[in-house]
């Protein structure tokens, strides 16, 4: 106990020391060496669920109580019989937080237009099928996003569990996993391998520890390519800014997560870039960012014009422009 005392004497957050942060929905597992997820970046989570909820085609009528389909692109054609699968990207993990809190945002938001839906039509979800993907270049995010993933995972099945659903959880991989979505056929809530059940949606997760950056990077090592969302929360504070820094940041959260070179600018820059150079954003995807103020909002913004993007910005609870994100001019 004296030794916890020295640690927030010296300053340390208390989130490496108890090894625990609350974030968006859930309580994340921390460790010194990936950065402590703040509540601002909750924006980030927000807008990019937002935006795949949106590409999904599903919305919730608040003042009916009740979920609806809504076709997107009506002058389309589309079949419901048709494999729809959504790509999300997120650079730079840490904690897994961002990733984590998107992905059971995204499966709780299915499950409840399941659970709440008298019209919902269940082929749209049978068929879709939704592929989360966190890299970064440390072993440390990675292991920590695993811890994560897996404990998140356990309390949504025990809570889904009670409304009629299954989570089953296989892996694929030493960090490759798959979540199906099951509804039980029956009245009888209780989980046996037996039950009968109707199979719903799939979620796929893959964790990789790879340098975005890198130009020989393959984005053949993941498997997949074509993504409908890109995110980051990329280091962004400027040389002048990280010297500043309070001593509780500066000497305990890792540099790497924080420091953004001269300007606090250059992630952005080099991750449209590689964005752009290795194709890998469909045409109609998104690239989402987090940002550290207003002036740096504005600078991004003119980051995507440059590459020939729509920019557009939402701000946090403070009035900030917290995020900024962008799509490609058809």
Sequence with gaps: MIFYF??????????????SREFYKDSFYIEKGVLIPRHESEILVSSVS??????????????????????INSDKSHNKLDIEEYKILEVGVGSGALIISLIFDILNFCVESIYFSKNLNFLFLKNLIFSFIGIDKYEKPIKITNINFLNIFEKYKNEFRNKGIILSLKKEDKLSYLIEVYKINSNNKNYEENID???????????????FLKLKFEFNKININNFDIIFANPPYISKLDYNNLDKKIKCFEPKNALYGKVDGDFYYENYIYNIEKKLILKNDGYIFFEVGDDKQAERVENI???????????????GVKRVVFGTKKL
Aim: hydrophobic share 35%; aromatic share 20%.
């Design 6 to 19: 020295i640690r927030l004497y010296l300053s340390e957050p208390i989130s490496y020391i108890i090894k």
């Design 50 to 71: 937002d935006c795949l909820k949106d590409k999904i085609g599903i919305n919730y009528d608040s003042k009916m109580n009740n979920f609806n389909e809504r076709i």
């Design 197 to 211: 059940k109707i199979f719903l949606i799939k979620f796929k997760f893959q964790i990789k520890k790879i340098d």
């Design 304 to 318: 995507f014009r440059k590459y020939n993007y729509n920019s557009f910005y939402k701000e946090d609870y403070s």
